[in-house]
């Protein structure tokens, strides 16, 4: 298992900070921890993402297909945060870039 950090400035959005650890080999996600100066609600919703994150493969849209899902049948509002700004946050983890 392999770990990374990240903070990211959503375009138009809040900061982003991304806790990663990830298997190298299978470009999975392992844990995911998702924290900063943006706003969820309802507020515990945020463990219901990092859950859905893992045992995704780490491909941008991947990742923000998982967060839509989420957010979507959980009905959870996401205020200076987006699915692609997390896929983004958490790519740079990595150390890859998709913007």
Same mark, same amino acid.
């Given at each position: 298992m392999? @770990? !990374?950090?990240?903070?990211?400035k959503i375009p138009q959005g809040k900061l982003l900070k991304v806790k990663l @650890?990830?298997?190298e080999t299978t470009q999975v996600i392992h844990v995911v921890q998702l924290y900063g100066d943006f706003f969820i609600h309802p507020e515990t919703s945020l463990e219901l993402i990092e859950q859905a994150l893992r045992s995704v493969l780490l491909e941008a849209d991947l990742i923000a297909q998982a967060v839509s899902k989420v957010v979507e049948t959980y009905e +959870? %509002?996401?205020? !200076? +945060? @987006?699915?692609? !700004? +997390?896929? %983004?946050g958490i790519l740079l983890c990595i150390g890859e870039k998709t913007v």
């Amino acid at each position: 298992m392999k @770990t !990374g950090n990240s903070v990211y400035k959503i375009p138009q959005g809040k900061l982003l900070k991304v806790k990663l @650890t990830w298997d190298e080999t299978t470009q999975v996600i392992h844990v995911v921890q998702l924290y900063g100066d943006f706003f969820i609600h309802p507020e515990t919703s945020l463990e219901l993402i990092e859950q859905a994150l893992r045992s995704v493969l780490l491909e941008a849209d991947l990742i923000a297909q998982a967060v839509s899902k989420v957010v979507e049948t959980y009905e +959870i %509002q996401l205020f !200076g +945060i @987006t699915p692609e !700004g +997390i896929a %983004q946050g958490i790519l740079l983890c990595i150390g890859e870039k998709t913007v």
